[in-house]
């Protein structure tokens, strides 16, 4: 009988496989849902009926100064589409192209070049209009907004504090920290500088029970997000939910809490699936863009942990095919995680280090996947960068049946084997008698 073959993401193409036969799998994807058939006019109808607010052109008229923040490489969001769509309903209001700014939301990423910004925006935007990027480290481009009551420190990019009105794109999936992504973190996060990306990513946001994926109540990250976002004046947001192939699922627009709830509500019955227990081993796509390099790869075997339950038993393995041409990444943040995990002498020393001192921006990532280590192996298959894998505390294999030959030999013959082809957009929850199990 001929076994059957997976296939995963692996950069713009896939990898396929088969596992052995003592080991047993189960396959999950996302919930079907049928794509927007003709997106630009669902835009459309978005812009023209947003939700909770006005349309732009009566937000706008001549002489407002607007900042656009939209999302940089490292996300699929399909900012060439959304992007214009704004920027017609603005010259609609009579602004000028010199009274707009488009700001590339890198957080701490490293600066998008020309051609990534071209990607992003299309050629004619880029020619047309002032296009930016996020700089958390320069002084000049930052302004502080003020403390909140709880010290956190609302400092963001000057040409949203210059402006009259802030719009921002996004993509609502599942995030580690926010429980999703979009709404109010393209600007709260993306075009922040170091201090507030330091304060919202510190451990004792980032070790707390209500940040979670999936999770919005409670979550303290979330509501830090969302309180920067207000101090920020953002009144408009422009955002999408996709499917595993990028196509478009929804698309929202309006007032940045109410239009993010909505798609937050969609985005759940589309990305949440039920799983009847934990697993030996995880296998989790990633694919491009988010496995170009290690720090953005490591996100699949941190949310599988990160979800409600984590998905993987203590002791299993976590498999992710990753091709990582740009290494680690070349960022600040980057470069942190690379230096944290290479220079720390085991996985304890990193979780005690960051819990006693804190960290810099970045290296966050750091202290998320020693907790994943702490209970789990990752193995990192088809790198370019083996040698940095191996210096990051994971385990570098060059295919999958050298990796599948790992877990065996640690785990037994006979195992129990979860496929997430996109583990970035699946959200595994395993049904509550469980959890209880689990957590007791």
Do not use: W
Not at 71 to 96: F, M, N, Q, Y
Not at 204 to 229: C, K, Q, S, Y
Request: hydrophobic residues 40%; contains cysteine; proline residues 8%.
């Amino acid at each position: 009988m001929q076994r059957q073959k997976y296939r995963v993401p692996y950069s713009k193409s896939f990898l396929e496989f088969t596992l052995p036969r003592t080991m047993q799998a189960t396959l999950i994807v996302s919930q079907p849902a049928e794509p927007v058939k003709d997106v630009p006019a669902a835009i459309s109808e978005a812009l023209a009926h947003p939700i909770g607010t006005k349309p732009i052109c009566e937000l706008a008229e001549p002489g407002t100064r607007t900042c656009i923040v939209f999302t940089d490489i490292t996300r699929a969001c399909p900012d060439h589409l959304l992007v214009p769509a704004l920027l017609v309903e603005l010259e609609k209001a009579g602004v000028s192209d010199d009274d707009i700014t488009l700001l590339c939301g890198t957080g701490m990423h490293r600066p998008s070049t020309r051609e990534e910004k071209i990607t992003k925006l299309g050629a004619g935007s880029v020619e047309r209009y002032r296009v930016i990027d996020n700089e958390p480290q320069n002084p000049l481009a930052l302004v502080n907004l003020g403390d909140t009551p709880d010290g956190m420190p609302v400092q963001l990019h000057r040409a949203i504090a210059e402006a009259d009105l802030v719009i921002a794109t996004g993509i609502v999936e599942p995030h580690q920290y926010a429980g999703y992504s979009g709404g109010c973190k393209t600007v709260a996060i993306g075009a922040a500088g170091e201090a507030l990306i330091a304060y919202t990513h510190g451990p004792a946001f980032v070790d707390h029970p209500g940040t979670r994926l999936g999770r919005i109540e409670g979550n303290p990250f979330h509501e830090a997000v969302a309180e920067g976002a207000r101090r920020a004046n953002l009144r408009f947001i422009l955002n999408v939910v996709l499917d595993d192939d990028k196509h478009v699922l929804c698309v929202q627009a309006g007032e940045p809490e109410q239009a993010f709830q909505e798609l937050v509500n969609f985005a759940k019955s589309i990305y949440e699936v039920p799983i009847p227990h934990q697993y030996d081993i995880a296998i989790g796509g990633v694919g491009f863009p988010k496995d170009a390099n290690l720090y953005q790869a490591s996100r699949a075997p941190s949310y599988l942990f990160f979800a409600p339950t984590p998905v993987v038993r203590p002791g299993g393995f976590f498999i992710i095919p990753a091709r990582c041409e740009e290494g680690v990444g070349s960022g600040v943040g980057e470069q942190r995680f690379l230096a944290a995990m290479r220079d720390a002498p085991n996985i304890q020393f990193i979780l005690d280090d960051a819990r006693r001192n804190g960290y810099p921006p970045g290296q966050q990532r750091a202290f998320v996947m020693a907790r994943v280590l702490e209970k789990a192996q990752v193995v990192i298959v088809g790198s370019e960068c083996p040698d940095l894998v191996a210096a990051c505390k994971m385990i570098p294999a060059a295919t999958m049946e050298d990796a599948l030959r790992l877990a065996r030999i640690e785990l037994g013959q006979s195992c129990n084997v979860l496929v997430v082809p996109h583990a970035l957009l699946t959200l595994p929850v395993i049904g509550p008698e469980q959890q209880s199990a689990y957590n007791g």
